[in-house]
């Protein structure tokens, strides 16, 4: 028996890889599917089943195109309906893997066809569980995606803990959980960085399941959830539907363009510039307009959170040899759309001469000068809890996950100091405003971390945000 977990950190997500006696299963695969061929290959085994916990919403899976690849049998749980040819296990449905058995354990709440599926070792005894979203190590999954006429986000809850208790909490504590996600993913509140456990150490930790009635854990699981990011209904329509062959998005996207047919394209098809470039090389200079998303962060989350238009051209500034992994990364969220980058990089478009921009970024020191002798406005863009934990006394909240949503307070005339917590968010949200028409903009470089070693006053309470000034 062998059980690997391939764990994907920039979208906090786990794919399975399990395998006996020559037979292979695949769990939540991401889109790029040549990993787990390549795996079964070498193993000598034939990938039999492709088992999806739910529809996800935080990334489209590869499930349709390694089906068609391998000649695996799609497996969903109870009450899915897919456009592609699949199975709909019944619940307690088992399945074979070499001397593996899999049995579906219908368990809704998160989704309402979300599964979790028992793996049962030679000897038949209960090894683990592939929980997907309705359990994770400290969490469960948040039950606000999938409201549906009169279904609310509390009667999702009420179904989760049914599920938990009802399917999952009477397993033996020596199970093992391995979840879908981990911390940083947008799919729970309180994920541990752990990404498995045992059941039994779970139920003596997570609060979701040490719950002792239904009420207190609807209370405790719907409190305090931020909206999801714009991308996540997009992404489960996606997954319910035929998916393009990631081979036909690299057709399209590794399409080398010199300078001047970059530029031409850019005008032609309004495509957003996306530099994913490190922020502080970004800041010495930059195509005008582009924005920077940091190839070396949660790339595809920010992606998916801040460009709303999954079918909007992109075209690519990125570091020698990155282009193939970006729009790898790009397509794990639906963005299929890539056209082209920029042959070279970016020393090719300084060498022809063409204009670029740059944005200033000052140290933590040089803010706080600035902020003992002026009246300066300057943004937190982190998330609103960051903010209420700790912040300045004098900055704003201004969340760049809802940047569509507040830009349009701010006024084009004044100056805004941006920071995050180590750099890479306020870049982002800077080469956005900047690409809008905001010319004075001014990262501070290392964020939070480094203003906290300057002796500008912080208020480490919460607090409500203040209001924009215009």
């Known amino acids: 028996m062998k059980i690997e977990q391939i764990y994907t950190g920039c979208l906090a997500e786990a794919a399975y890889y399990i395998e006996s006696d020559g037979e292979a299963a695949i769990i939540d695969p991401l889109r790029e599917v040549e990993t787990y061929i390549k795996k079964a290959e070498k193993a000598g085994a034939k990938i039999k089943y492709i088992f999806e916990t739910h529809f996800h919403a935080d990334f489209v899976s590869g499930h349709v195109d390694l089906a068609e690849k391998s000649g695996a049998r799609i497996i969903y749980g109870p009450t899915a309906k897919t456009e592609f040819d699949s199975h709909i296990a019944q619940d307690g449905e088992q399945f074979k893997i070499g001397h593996l058995t899999i049995t579906a354990l219908h368990t809704p709440g998160h989704t309402l066809e979300s599964t979790t599926y028992l793996l049962t070792d030679e000897s038949g005894k209960d090894h683990c569980i592939f929980s997907g979203d309705t359990l994770f190590i400290g969490d469960v999954g948040r ?33 093992i959980v391995y979840p879908a996600h981990g ?9 541990s960085k ?7 150490h779970q139920k003596q930790v997570n609060y979701a399941l040490k719950a002792q009635t239904k009420e207190q854990f609807i209370t405790e699981v719907t409190d305090g959830i931020l909206p999801p990011p714009q991308y996540f209904a997009k992404n489960a329509a996606i997954n319910k539907g035929e998916i393009e062959s990631i081979d036909n998005v690299y057709q399209k996207g590794l399409n080398p363009l010199m300078p001047q047919a970059f530029e031409d394209t ?3 098809t309004g495509a957003i510039l996306l530099d994913t470039r490190d922020p502080q090389v970004f800041a010495k200079g930059f195509i005008p307009n582009s924005i920077n998303i940091g190839l070396n962060g949660q790339f595809a989350p920010w992606v998916g959170a801040l460009i709303t238009d999954l079918k909007q051209p992109i075209l690519l500034v990125t570091d020698q040899d990155k282009e193939e992994e970006t729009i790898t990364r790009l397509t794990r969220v639906g963005y299929d759309s890539t056209i082209g980058y920029l042959e070279g990089g970016f020393e090719r478009w300084t060498d022809s001469g063409k204009e670029i921009d740059t944005i200033e970024s000052i140290s933590a020191e040089a803010f706080e000068l600035a902020a003992e002798e002026n009246d300066i406005t300057a943004l937190d863009v982190r998330k609103p809890g960051e ?16 940047i569509n949503d507040w830009t349009n307070e701010i006024d084009p005339k004044s100056t805004y100091y941006i920071h995050c917590a180590g750099g890479y968010r306020s870049m982002i949200a800077a080469s956005i405003l900047k690409s809008r028409g905001i010319e004075n903009v001014i990262d501070i470089a290392g964020g939070y971390g480094a203003i906290k070693n300057t002796g500008l006053k912080r208020t480490d309470f919460a607090c409500p945000s203040k209001a924009m000034k215009v």
């Open 266 to 268: 850019a005008n032609q």
């Open 183 to 191: 911390a940083g993913s947008a799919c729970g509140k309180s994920m």
């Open 143 to 175: 039950p606000d995606l999938a409201q549906k006429g009169d279904l609310t986000m509390e009667d999702l809850a009420g179904m989760l803990y049914d599920s938990l208790n009802e399917k999952i909490k009477p397993l033996a504590d020596d199970v």
């Open 194 to 200: 752990e990404t498995f456990d045992s059941l039994g």
């Open 387 to 402: 903010y209420e934990s700790e912040h300045l006394e004098f900055t704003l909240s201004r969340p760049l996950d809802f």
